[in-house]
């Protein structure tokens, strides 16, 4: 059958994959331990499951609601950005959509196509490159210096630069690295991309994921023309463990962001109406809960970097934000085990998930061949579990 040739060469979210692949095995009876996607294992807060039952209860179940996201939510979502971001929006300046992911694909849509160049520092999570590809436009990879902490600096973005560069993709704290730009670097960035005019997609969904010293500035915090060039991407799944709701939301030029709301009121029109009343509760109700979360997360966070680190041949950076391990696991290519030769981080994911029955998501579709990527918004039994099979297989 002949396919669009922009759709053709999409690949399947490597995320989503390896995790249906486990949920499989595991509804065929086989005790997994899974690191694969990166889900907070926590349930919706109460008093964000009341609002939607609410929102059912009052009827709040129709069409009824504009395209591009509720009056109501696009408020809660600006005093967010002023009071967490110090950043000041419109209402026509904000498009709610139905996750984070779909408003990262309009806004990509309607920005970029073909003859553009789009800027993607790796690793980058799996969805940048097939959105960017959908909208016709070339990605552009650029890679960290060996010992930056997977970071890009502002002269490897001028760099890469060319005529043809639409934009850049940032994602602080990142998926699926853990790494943080530090408030200079954004800065540093932020002026090379002033100077090009290049549009800077900043994705912040784990903004509030941070440990130690790490400390979030949204890029377009750092001056007028700066913001008048940069689309905020976040969302509510990370933050208040909604990843079930599908609600993510997007700031920026109005230019943008109304043709991404155009573009959405064709395919989706508005999101959920029930989430979205959700989701009006989860930014303005207590934040206790998420203070919970993220103290929860710390302790996972020290429990895996401490066990990987005992296991011979990994090599580990110690992530500063959102709830991922990246280890390079290239020590161990030309080793055998249970019959099998690790030759990719590929290799290394199926051996772990059938031998070790732990899912692990592989580095290629992140751009990281040496690597792999452990989520652990999962139990800290469970983190005990996994790295201790993973180790076993390897020993
Ligand atoms: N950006 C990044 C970096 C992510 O890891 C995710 C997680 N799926 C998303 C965006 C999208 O999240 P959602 O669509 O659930 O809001
Ligand atoms: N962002 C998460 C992950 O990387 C969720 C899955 C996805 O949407 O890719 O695992």
New binding site residues.
Partial sequence: MRLSPRIAGISESA?LAITSRANELKAQGEDMVVFGV?EPDFITPEHIRQAAIDAINDGYTKYATPASGIAELKAAIIEKLKSDNGLEYKPAEIIVS???????YNVILAACSEGDEVLLPSPY?V?YPEQVRASGADVVVIDPEPDSGFRVTAGQVRAAATERTRALIL?SP??PTGAVYTPEQLEAIAEVCVEKGILVIS?E??ENLLYGDAVHESIAGFGPEIKALTVV?N????TYAM?GW???YAAGPQEIIGAAGRLQSHSTSGPCSISQKAAVAALTGPFEPVIEMVKEFTARRELICSMLDEIDGMKLARPDG?FYVFPDISAFFGRTVGGRKIESAMDFAMICLEDAKVALVPGEPFGAPNCVRLSYATSREMIEKGVQRIARMLA
């Fill in positions: 995320t990166g139905c996750g984070a992911k779909h408003s990262l999570w969805s994602n990142s998926n994705d969904v784990y991407v969302g509510v799944s990370k990843t599908r609600i993510g959102a």
